[in-house]
């Protein structure tokens, strides 16, 4: 069985996020600032390594997890983040070091191209892609979908819990606004696509030995160009934007919220306001 | 990644610990097994004996950031690392090794068992004797041993005692004593001023039966594996000081940055600037000296000096660190409401235990002499 697990390196969720409104849509402070793994594809690898474990114990034979990102050099070490929590190898599209993976450069209709790439190149077929649902940056929770789409994969999005059944198919649980839905899905010529959402999994953190471990697992490294060409790509199509941030700023400073001094007072205010009759 | 992994779990695992633990003058049990399931146990420890097979700037990396929590956790994971199982790496025969590095790794806690009512510095002093059976199949320890951390959690005994007092220090010899062995009896644990969650008890053994292959390397060089052990465990502890000295800052600055008096945030008013400055530069020096000292280690090269610096230094600035933090944080900071307080308190053993500043000292001292002879 193998899982693919694209990961994303972007600014660790604990930053404070800083823009430099002179620098228009790249004004988002990149340079000296700690990066780390997207928290939901954190989640997404938590989950195929867990399905690795449960197929070793069920002895159904052995599952492959892969890591793959895109991006700069350093993506390197979010791959071996990876592999320190448990994948078995890596793929690492480096870009040159000025491409913003953050949402400005590359965008998830490059990023899913170049997946189903990835995926189509793949010895013996891929069972399953397993993905945030959404990066921390750019927020624009397409990757998955539009993977699943160039794909013509069946899908689900927001996952809250994944489970294999002997068949090969995967029974998802995905909350919604009116409740808990569930659904099969059958991967057949294409691998099952699964987004993941918070509540799925808590990831492990990555124990010394696996630290250890991962070292000396396989990494393969292509630049972008290199790949493109490999898949029969266009590069302009997959580096072009095609959503143009217009303007970015930080929010406005909260303002201070009203002490209130008893019930009455509260429901006071909040006729004042014209929230309550 | 070592440090970002063990900073992650000690953000997420141990912080919640902290206040309750010194409160309640005891380190959790769900701590303890947190910290073997990730591997903080057996860090220098091969793989193929069920450690992580990292190396030894790596263990100190994760002492440190474990300090930068709470430093009476980190300084249960420096004592068992740094002084147990690498004297059982480096001394102990095959078996030996065969038999503790797998426990030590998985789920055994150790204990550096050395110091007595009657020596500490003056460590061959000791009155702990061990008397072999006539045919030296097993020893029999008897006597008292003061001041030992990690006591009331030891699976494990690293216990220093005399086989042959007639030949003074050289007849000290280390047995690596199980903790449940008929006669071994640990006493309550001291009330401490700081590290309170780290247990200190006294340690008795009581005719205590020893299995000869339970040496640790040669019977009567035990004193020197000591000396040997303790010069390189004191980067360890300089490692935990400094962790301590950041810990403080991660508690002053932010509140500096978001404290307000006069409408002027109290990180920038240029005396406190000054004051903060200074201090980190000297956390980063003693950080530098320290992780230079592994370098050295790891490199084969003479360290002995260097090491006593790193430990003399990051145990005064980590001192000074913790003061001043709480004179930054104003009243609040004498309280019991920040962490600021326990850091203050924890530092203070840092320039006591594993050889005084004033051995430092002389031992700096002495190698400083023989360079200029």
């Not at chain 2, 050395?114 to 199949?137: H, I, P, Q, V, Y």
Request: glycine content about 8%.
């Amino acid at each position: 069985m193998k899982i693919i697990v694209p990961i994303k390196r972007v600014i660790d969720y604990a930053i404070k996020i800083r823009v430099d409104p002179s620098k228009g849509p790249r004004g988002v402070q990149l340079a000296n600032v700690k990066m780390s793994m997207n928290p939901f594809c954190e989640i997404a690898m938590e989950e195929a390594i867990r399905i690795k474990e449960a197929a070793a114990k069920a002895k159904k034979g052995a599952a492959e997890v892969v890591a793959v990102s895109i991006g700069p050099k350093q993506c390197s070490e979010t791959i071996r983040t990876a592999l320190a929590m448990g994948a078995d190898r890596g793929v690492h599209i480096e870009t040159k070091a000025d491409v913003r993976g953050d949402y400005v450069d590359l965008q998830p209709w490059g990023i899913a191209k170049l997946l189903k790439g990835v995926v189509e190149k793949e010895e013996g077929g891929v069972d399953l892609v397993l993905l945030g649902k959404q990066s921390i940056d750019s927020d624009c929770g397409q990757t998955g979908p539009l993977l699943a789409g160039l794909l013509n994969a069946p899908q689900a999005t927001f996952a809250a819990k994944v489970e294999q059944d002997d068949d090969g198919s995967f029974k998802v649980e995905r909350e919604t606004d009116s409740g808990t839905e569930t659904i099969k899905l059958k991967p057949a010529d294409s691998p099952a696509v699964i987004s993941c959402d918070l509540r799925l999994n808590t990831p492990r953190y990555p124990t010394m030995p696996n630290i250890m471990k991962a070292k000396k697992k396989p990494v393969q490294t292509i630049s972008l160009e290199d790949m493109v060409n490999e898949l029969g790509l266009d590069l302009d199509d997959v580096l072009s934007p095609k959503n143009e941030v217009l303007e970015v700023y930080e929010p406005p400073p909260r303002k201070e919220g009203e002490m209130v001094e008893s019930v009455g007072e509260l429901i006071g205010k909040l006729k004042e306001k014209g929230l309550v009759a | 990644m070592v440090r970002d992994a063990a900073r992650a779990w000690a953000d997420a695992e141990l912080r919640p610990h902290v206040r309750a633990m010194d409160d309640e003058g005891r380190t959790r049990p769900e701590v303890i097994r947190g910290l073997f399931e990730h591997g903080f146990m057996g860090m220098e420890i091969p793989e193929e004996r069920g450690g992580s097979g990292l190396n030894f700037t790596s263990a100190c990396l994760v002492v440190e950031e474990l300090s930068r929590v709470d430093p009476s956790v980190s300084i249960l994971v420096d004592i068992h690392n740094t002084l147990t199982n690498n004297a059982v790496r480096f001394w102990g025969s095959e078996g030996l090794q065969e038999k503790w590095l797998p426990r030590l790794a998985a789920d055994c806690v150790s204990s550096f068992a050395l110091s007595e009512a009657g020596s500490g510095t003056d460590a061959f002093a000791m009155k702990t004797t061990a008397t072999a059976s006539s045919d030296r199949s097993y020893y029999t320890l008897n006597g008292e041993k003061l001041w030992i951390s990690n006591s009331r959690e030891a699976g494990v005994f690293l216990v220093f005692a005399n086989a042959d007092p007639s030949k003074g220090h050289r007849g000290i010899t280390a047995f690596m004593v199980d903790a449940t062995s008929e006669g071994v009896r640990v006493g309550k644990p001291e009330k401490k001023l700081g590290l309170r969650a780290s247990s200190t008890c006294p340690v008795v053994f009581d005719d205590v039966e020893v299995d000869a292959a339970d040496v640790l390397g040669e019977v009567g060089l035990g004193y020197k594996y000591c000396i040997n052990i303790l010069n390189e465990g004191r980067i360890g502890i300089a490692s935990q000081q400094i962790g301590i000295a950041k810990g403080c800052f991660d508690i002053a600055m932010p509140y500096m940055n978001d404290r307000t008096q006069f409408g002027t945030k109290i990180a920038d008013f240029q005396g406190m600037e000054h004051q903060y400055a200074q201090i980190a530069t000297e956390i980063h020096a003693a950080e530098v000296m320290t992780y230079n000292a592994c370098r050295m280690k790891e490199a084969g090269i003479p360290f002995v000096k260097e090491a006593s610096m790193a430990k003399l230094y990051a145990s005064q600035v980590a001192e000074r660190a913790a003061s001043k933090s709480i004179e930054w944080l104003g009243g609040v900071g004498f309280t019991q409401e920040l962490l600021a307080e326990k850091f203050f308190r924890d530092c203070k053993v840092g320039s006591i235990y594993e050889g005084t500043s004033n051995i430092q000292l002389q031992t700096i001292a002495k190698r400083i002499k023989e360079d200029y002879r």
